[in-house]
């Protein structure tokens, strides 16, 4: 049982590169959700999957697009990749039963550098 | 490198103390709470948590209390060990109609133990 996967964990990009990052989950959880963790800034949520087939915008999806490819899969994609989107970032899943338990269940992070 | 960490306020105990770590949440709706520990290089991982109609609940060594009234939670580490050195998430849970729930981070303290 992995719990959640994401690849790559560590990636350089060109100013305007694109890439994907992936994620997937061995749960059956339904919501997932994309975080970005930059130093003293703690996790900001950039966009999350409430259930299969829907997508919401957070906190600060600007510059990002996401696909919830099923229930397992929720890809993160950077268009035209700037600095300002290096940072950490993380994945996670959560059971949608009630009651809530247990929060999220984090990946182990993509480090992203663009330069 | 350690990039999680740098410009969060810091706690610093010797081994064998106790720690006492302080998040304030905001909404006073929030229904459940989550502590986060995050060691470098790694995500986020469940350690405690408490639902409203609590003051406190307790763990192997740790214990968590939440005061409603002020809208502050608490995380006390006991016999604080070397291997307890992380970064510490609290998260306040906002449940919404359909099941959905989301997590609000708080900005993290960095927890550091002296031997």
């Known amino acids: 049982n992995a719990g959640v996967t994401q690849t790559p964990k560590f990636q350089v990009l060109k100013t305007g590169q694109s890439m994907t990052l992936q994620c997937a989950q061995d749960m059956n959880h339904n919501s997932m959700y994309w975080y970005r963790q930059d130093p003293g800034m703690g996790l900001r949520l950039i966009y999350y999957?409430?259930?299969?087939?829907?997508?919401d915008k957070g906190e600060v999806p600007n510059g990002y697009n996401v696909s919830r490819l099923n229930k397992r899969e929720f890809s993160l994609r950077l268009e035209s990749a700037a600095p300002s989107q290096t940072s950490v970032y993380f994945c996670?899943?959560?059971?949608?039963?009630?009651?809530?338990?247990?929060?999220?269940?984090f990946g182990s992070g993509t480090r992203l550098t663009v330069v | 490198g350690e990039s999680v960490g740098l410009h969060l306020p810091t706690l610093s105990v010797q081994e064998g103390d106790n720690s006492i770590i302080n998040c304030a949440y905001s909404n006073s709706a929030s229904d459940y709470f989550i502590w986060y520990k995050q060691e470098s290089g790694k995500g986020p991982q469940f350690i405690i948590d408490i639902r409203s109609n609590m003051d406190k609940r307790q763990g192997q060594r740790v214990t968590v209390l939440l005061n409603k009234t002020v809208k502050h939670l608490s995380l006390q580490i006991a016999a604080t060990q070397p291997g307890d050195s992380a970064v510490y998430f609290c998260?306040?849970?906002?449940?919404?109609?359909?099941?959905?729930?989301?997590?609000?981070f708080g900005a993290g303290t960095r927890l550091a133990v002296h031997p």
């Open positions: 999957s409430a259930s299969e087939g829907t997508t």
């Open positions: 998260a306040e849970n906002m449940a919404f109609s359909g099941g959905y729930n989301k997590l609000i």
């Open positions: 996670a899943s959560s059971d949608i039963r009630a009651p809530f338990m247990y929060g999220y269940t």
